[in-house]
Antibody, heavy 118, light 108 residues
Framework: VQLVETGGGLVQPGGSLRLSCAAS????????MAWVRQAPGRGLDWVSL???????YYADSVKGRFTITRDDSKNVLHLQMHDLRVDDTAVYYC?????????????WGQGTLVTVST | SNVLTQPPSMSVAPGKTASITCGGD??????VHWYQQKSGQAPVMVMY???DRPRGIPERFSGSKSGTTATLTISRVEGGDEADYYC???????????FGGGTKLTVL
């Protein structure tokens, strides 16, 4: 299984960015999937998850600003981020849950860095 | 505030045993999962459902849970075990994934 995140970069406060996570040997719509971020020098911070059935959940800090979606035809997971803030600066990882329940995360990508700065 | 509490750091000599704890009320009713993150790398799951070891994780790694505390134990510690370790649960009440603050394990 391979998860490859793309789409990170430098963006100004208030800006938008869309992250993508391309999956190999794993079908995104057959797995519960998540985005987890890690600010520089800090711990892991869950961002969002999506069930196989399409139900989504968000951390309080991003609710209303971020949206998790899937492109089943391309087997890709997305994270659309709006109204970005300086404290959204982090490496963003996509990951898959070990079973079809939001428990442990068994596969992780290498992450993509999002920097929000003027 | 973090509802899963881990010691920020611990040190252990090679060949000894490291026990990393994770405490919180929600642990009592939810399975705990553990991750190892080496410097500059993505996290790797080292324990799931309290005490199940993923394929490829050495038997030196074990997990347990009692009441509101979960423990990741690393026996016969090696230099390659030096990393940050995180515990994690799914909180059904809030529909949130929760991570502990992480423990930096230093091998002396």
């Amino acid at each position: 299984v391979q998860l490859v995140e793309t789409g990170g970069g430098l963006v100004q406060p208030g800006g938008s960015l869309r992250l993508s996570c391309a999956a190999s040997d794993l079908t995104v719509n057959n797995n519960f999937m998540a985005w987890v971020r890690q600010a520089p020098g800090r711990g892991l911070d869950w961002v969002s998850l999506i069930y196989t059935g399409g139900t989504t959940y968000y951390a309080d800090s991003v609710k209303g600003r971020f949206t998790i979606t899937r492109d089943d035809s391309k087997n890709v997971l997305h994270l659309q981020m709006h109204d970005l803030r300086v404290d959204d600066t982090a490496v963003y990882y996509c990951a898959s849950f070990i079973t079809n329940s939001p428990d442990g995360l068994d596969y992780w990508g290498q992450g993509t860095l999002v920097t929000v700065s003027t | 505030s973090n509802v899963l509490t881990q010691p920020p750091s611990m040190s252990v000599a090679p060949g000894k045993t490291a026990s990393i704890t994770c405490g919180g009320d929600k642990i009592e009713f939810n399975p705990v999962h553990w991750y190892q993150q080496k410097s500059g790398q993505a996290p790797v799951m080292v324990m799931y459902y309290n005490n199940d070891r993923p394929r490829g994780i050495p038997e030196r790694f074990s997990g347990s849970k009692s009441g509101t505390t979960a423990t990741l134990t690393i026996s016969r510690v090696e230099g390659g075990d030096e990393a940050d370790y995180y515990c994690q649960i799914w909180d059904e009440d809030t529909a949130h994934v929760l991570f502990g603050g992480g423990t930096k394990l230093t091998v002396l």
